[in-house]
């Protein structure tokens, strides 16, 4: 079942590997449902210090036997050898993976900042042209409107994210945010700084005001005081909760797209309900229901 959408809208879809049986099944329900919204890729996440290379792995694994998705699992700098991560790409270009998310990962918490490996990948961007070595992968990267959490400022992050996309990227998949001027401006600096590729918007629909809270913490994206006054005095009533998070995400990619915006990545946290509602409110819909 294709999707047909209108506007030429594009949507890619990110899930994690999950990490019990019953997270395995919401996870593969989410698969079923979103795969007949045709997404360009999804991604699968690769625990941010290395931890879940298995479980990545196997996940991708089933997604590619039992669907006709483009999978993109994720591969991080962290706690491996140069060699270990070729391994890794070719082993997955043999099962017929042609896209990857390539990123330089955080380090373990126990660690103090993040140290490269002596026979790593240092950066993001050593990691993209050394996967380009290995084979002609499609290669996806991050990208941050409000400045990755270590850079010093945001050229020397700008700069970082030419490099990547140098290096044999083909396009960038911002961090989450909430504002949109926010994406405009960061769309308006990456053009000036002589960047072509797609900066393709990453939206996070909020399943858990808190959860929310704290990813922002950690990558440094601002959560504004409108977002907290919508979700206030909501926290035992879940019903409302998915209401308004609808209506915030919708409200977003809406105007993204009056703005030019057709292509949208999601960070679904492995469920499908609101991704699905905001993708139908951009017109991207399975064929049947669009029929």
């Known amino acids: 079942m294709m999707s047909t959408n209108n506007n030429s809208v594009e949507v890619s879809f990110e899930f994690f590997p999950p990490h019990s049986e019953k997270m395995e099944a919401t996870l593969w329900e989410s698969v079923q449902r979103l795969k007949n919204l045709a997404p360009s890729f999804v991604s699968v996440t690769y625990g941010a210090d290395g931890s879940t290379r298995e479980r990545t792995h196997d996940a991708v694994e089933r997604i590619v036997k039992e669907t006709d998705l483009t999978a993109a699992p994720h591969l991080t700098c962290i706690d491996a050898s140069r060699g270990e991560i070729d391994d890794v790409a070719r082993e997955y270009w043999d099962m017929g993976i042609r896209h990857l998310v390539a990123l330089r990962g955080d380090p373990p918490q126990e660690a103090d900042g993040y140290v490269p490996r002596p026979d790593g990948?240092?950066?993001?961007?050593?990691?993209?042209?050394?996967l380009k070595k290995v084979a002609d992968f499609d290669i996806t990267v991050a990208a941050y409107p409000e400045?990755?959490?270590?850079?010093?400022?945001?050229?020397?992050?700008?700069?970082?994210?030419?490099?990547?996309?140098?290096?044999?990227?083909?396009?960038?998949?911002?961090?989450?945010?909430?504002?949109?001027?926010?994406?405009?401006?960061?769309?308006?600096?990456?053009?000036?700084?002589?960047?072509?590729?797609?900066?393709?918007?990453?939206?996070?629909?909020?399943?858990?005001?808190?959860?929310?809270?704290?990813?922002?913490?950690?990558?440094?994206?601002?959560?504004?005081?409108?977002?907290?006054?919508?979700?206030?005095?909501?926290?035992?009533?879940?019903?409302?909760?998915?209401?308004i998070a609808a209506n915030v995400a919708i409200e977003q990619a809406r105007r993204l797209q009056a703005e030019g915006i057709s292509e949208f990545h999601f960070y679904t946290l492995n469920r499908s309900e609101l991704t699905v509602a905001i993708c139908h409110a951009l017109g991207v819909r399975p064929k049947q229901a669009a029929a």
């Not at 950066?123 to 993209?128: I, T």
């Not at 002589?194 to 601002?222: D, K």
């Open 121 to 130: 990948y240092a950066y993001a961007s050593d990691l993209v042209a050394g």
């Open 147 to 243: 400045v990755h959490p270590e850079a010093p400022n945001a050229l020397f992050d700008l700069e970082n994210l030419k490099r990547k996309l140098d290096a044999g990227a083909s396009r960038a998949i911002t961090q989450f945010f909430f504002d949109v001027d926010v994406f405009l401006r960061f769309r308006d600096l990456v053009a000036a700084a002589g960047i072509e590729s797609s900066i393709v918007p990453g939206i996070l629909p909020i399943t858990r005001f808190p959860q929310l809270q704290r990813f922002a913490e950690q990558c440094g994206a601002s959560v504004p005081d409108w977002l907290h006054d919508r979700f206030a005095g909501l926290e035992d009533d879940a019903e409302t909760r998915q209401m």
